[in-house]
């Protein structure tokens, strides 16, 4: 039996797909970014993330407000959300942050999950600082290790 709207039922036209085209010769992927942003960098676990946090490297969140406040924080993590990171950052920048007086400073960065993270510390090693690296799993991962954290919601 041929199915029947019901009455007043007004449907759409099926959607039909753009026509294809071949990416540009420059396109990657998402997934070769992030491979190749990860190549170049010496991932952290948590627990050797919070061992060079208590011997003085710069931990930062790049989390948005959002996140923070749903998932908790690290006590003594710097908040610098991601699009300013560079900037906070890069030594020569008139925005750079107080502390970043050289290149050789470490930075470990982190997110929720530990994908915008790696994106990041490899963008900041494009700035120099070749000691930049982020956390394997993020947050959560921190938060799953029962590392210290503050706030969040059940």
Not at 75 to 97: K, Q
């Amino acid at each position: 039996m041929p199915h029947r709207e019901p009455a007043g039922v007004v449907t759409a036209p099926p959607a039909t797909a753009p026509p294809a085209t071949a990416p540009p010769a420059t396109a990657r992927t998402i997934d070769e970014i992030l491979a190749a942003a990860r190549g170049r960098l010496r991932r952290l676990t948590p627990t050797q993330a919070f061992g060079e946090f208590r011997r003085g490297a710069c931990l930062v969140d790049i989390r948005p407000a959002g996140q923070r406040a749903a998932e908790g924080e690290i006590p003594g993590a710097l908040t610098i959300e991601r699009n300013v990171l560079e900037w906070r950052f890069d030594p020569a920048s008139d925005a750079r942050l107080p502390s970043v007086t050289g290149y050789d400073c470490r930075v470990i960065v982190f997110c929720s999950e530990g994908y915008t993270s790696s994106l990041a510390a490899a963008a900041l090693q494009d700035l120099g600082l070749a000691r930049a690296t982020d956390i394997v799993g993020g947050f959560k991962a921190w938060a799953g290790r029962r590392l210290p954290t503050v706030g969040g919601r059940p």
